[in-house]
């Protein structure tokens, strides 16, 4: 069963620094080119694509406005995928997701909250 949980959320004041988890059961990232990816949603937005990242190749994308201040990375002995957020904006808040995705399926965490405020 695959399972992903997030991890690494919290309170930070703008300008600041967090690294959010995925770490990732039921399957193991080198058996298939997976697309791991971080969402976020906030209050009345639409849920949005932040970064994403293949568990072979490592290619990468990221949305236009984090670009520069995120890092997506993975780790594939941990089966583990990593978001590095620096200068962290107020409106980084959201709840952020972990997904993966291999053809037509679809997995996805539970979420961990950032906030970003003074």
């Known amino acids: 069963q695959v399972q992903l949980a997030e991890s690494g959320g919290g309170l930070v004041q703008p300008g600041g620094s967090l690294r959010l988890s995925c770490a990732a059961s039921?399957?193991?990232?080198?058996?298939?080119?997976?697309?791991m990816s971080w969402y976020r949603q906030a209050p009345g937005k639409e849920r949005e694509l932040v970064a994403s990242?293949?568990?072979?190749?490592?290619?990468?994308n990221y949305a236009d406005s984090v670009k520069g201040r995120f890092t997506i990375s993975r780790d594939n002995a941990k089966n583990t995928v990593y978001l590095q957020m620096n200068s962290l904006k107020p409106e980084d808040t959201a709840m952020y997701y972990c997904?993966?995705?291999?053809?037509?399926?679809?997995?996805w965490g539970q979420g961990t909250q950032v906030t970003v405020s003074s």
């Open positions: 997904k993966r995705s291999n053809g037509p399926s679809r997995y």
């Open positions: 990242i293949s568990t072979i190749v490592g290619s990468t």
């Open positions: 039921g399957f193991t990232f080198s058996s298939g080119n997976y697309i």
